[in-house]
């Protein structure tokens, strides 16, 4: 397999691990107040957060960031706790603000996920001098992967709120709060 094919596997596999549940459980937390109709508002989502992603990834590969890989660990469940809670406030499901607060959290949240998997890549491309291939072939693989994430969580939202007819907010409250009950828990197992 080609260095690019490598890499976009390695994106698309680290999203979708269910040994590193907590990617799954920020998207589903920053996604399960949407509806398929909302699509382009998903879309947007997922791109933030996959840019942040590559922005730290990129920064930290290229040895312009470094940090305490134990705090980083504890960041991550810490972003998943922040948006779960943040589903709470979600009375009315209009979203007609140009670029809601949810955009720029999905951004800087993915900031901080970018920096737990910086130094495995980094080991992972050794001291290649053009590492920009293998970059956007993670993110791009990433991408995809979120992408996936995102269709099952549309999928079991409409199974449960269209077709079920289950109230969208009480559906939005019961799984935060099961996305908060485990990330919590995550929290606490890798406080510094």
């Not at 590193?20 to 909302?38: E, M, S, Y």
């Not at 130094?119 to 990433?142: E, H, I, W």
Request: positive net charge; aromatic residues 16%.
């Amino acid at each position: 397999m080609n260095d690019f094919g490598l890499f976009f596997q390695m994106g698309y596999k680290h999203i979708a691990d269910l040994n590193g549940i907590d990617h799954i459980l920020f998207v589903a937390a920053l996604c399960i107040r949407f509806q398929l109709a909302d699509w382009r508002k998903i879309l947007v989502l997922v791109t933030a957060f996959t840019i942040g992603h590559s922005i730290t990834l990129a920064l930290s590969v290229f040895n312009v960031l470094t940090y305490p890989v134990k705090w980083i660990e504890f960041l991550i469940p810490v972003t998943i706790v922040i948006t779960a809670i943040s589903n709470v406030f979600v009375k009315k499901f209009v979203f007609r603000t140009r670029f809601p607060l949810v955009y720029f959290f999905a951004l800087f949240f993915g900031m901080v996920h970018g920096l737990g998997f910086s130094n495995y890549l980094k080991s992972l491309l050794g001291r290649d001098q053009n590492v920009v291939p293998q970059l956007l072939a993670f993110n791009l693989g990433l991408e995809v992967g979120q992408l996936l994430i995102v269709a099952g969580i549309l999928l079991i939202s409409f199974i449960f709120v269209s077709v079920l007819k289950l109230n969208r907010r009480e559906f939005l409250l019961y799984v935060s709060g099961g996305i908060f009950a485990l990330a919590l828990q995550m929290m606490l197992e890798r406080l510094p």
